[in-house]
């Protein structure tokens, strides 16, 4: 069974700190992998998208990893900051179907 | 461009009762899907499409049904709903190009549906 599981489920941390959001999954035979952002009561944002052929994708502060053959993703945040506090779901797609994790909820500490 | 859109934003509904979510795309995206998404877990997928119509099931299809008849509308219909039914419901279209953002899926705000 295709599975996703993204730990911790929640992370509280000070302004400033560069952290790491994880993602597994359980079948290696993926098309891409998606990080998305979601505030309270909003929808989703889409923040990264990998590829299964790339190993990084970049956006400002944002650096998200994949290691198809371990079936991890990580999403690293630099320097993080109160505005970043929301819950971080990782999707991985099999044909056009996305498999979801649980996500991450994500406190900064001003 | 609107993107994806979704109305209501809210639902109460009452047990036994029957209502459609109405979701738009002016992206002209061929794909389109229907998501649950219940407190505190991810999304699971109810019903998607590949074009107009063409639908399939997803993971959680039963007590839903849908229909494709345009490209930009992919309506949800719940007959006699149902408590579990509690939920929040996301749309979603994306496009099946290739290069980096092939499938690259993109959220309508959702619908915040309450049995009782």
């Known amino acids: 069974k295709q599975e996703v599981t993204q730990i911790p489920a929640a992370l509280s941390v000070p302004e400033g700190e560069n952290l790491v959001l994880n993602c597994s999954f359980t079948d290696s035979a993926i098309y891409n992998l998606q990080w998305f952002r979601q505030d309270p009561g909003k929808g989703l944002t889409s923040l990264l998208l990998i590829q299964s052929s790339q190993r990084e994708q970049t956006s400002g502060r944002l650096n998200a990893s994949l290691d198809k053959s371990s079936g991890r993703s990580t999403l690293y945040i630099a320097a993080s900051q109160p505005g970043d506090s929301a819950t971080y779901l990782c999707a991985v797609r099999y044909n056009y179907q996305l498999i979801w994790g649980a996500g991450t909820k994500l406190i900064i500490k001003p | 461009n609107a993107g994806v859109t979704q109305t209501p934003k809210f639902r109460i509904l009452k047990i036994g009762q029957s209502m459609t979510l109405q979701c738009t795309q002016d992206m002209n995206h061929n794909y389109m899907y229907w998501y649950r998404q219940d407190p505190g877990m991810g999304l699971k997928l109810i019903y998607y499409s590949v074009g107009a119509g063409i639908t399939d099931k997803g993971e959680v299809p039963n007590g839903y049904n849908v229909s494709r008849s345009t490209t930009e509308d992919f309506p949800l219909r719940l007959e006699l709903a149902a408590p579990s039914q509690t939920s929040v419901y996301f749309c979603?279209?994306?496009?099946?190009?290739?290069?980096?953002?092939?499938?690259?899926?993109?959220f309508g705000p959702g619908t915040r549906l309450t049995v009782t």
């Open positions: 979603a279209s994306s496009y099946p190009t290739s290069g980096d953002h092939s499938y690259e899926q993109y």
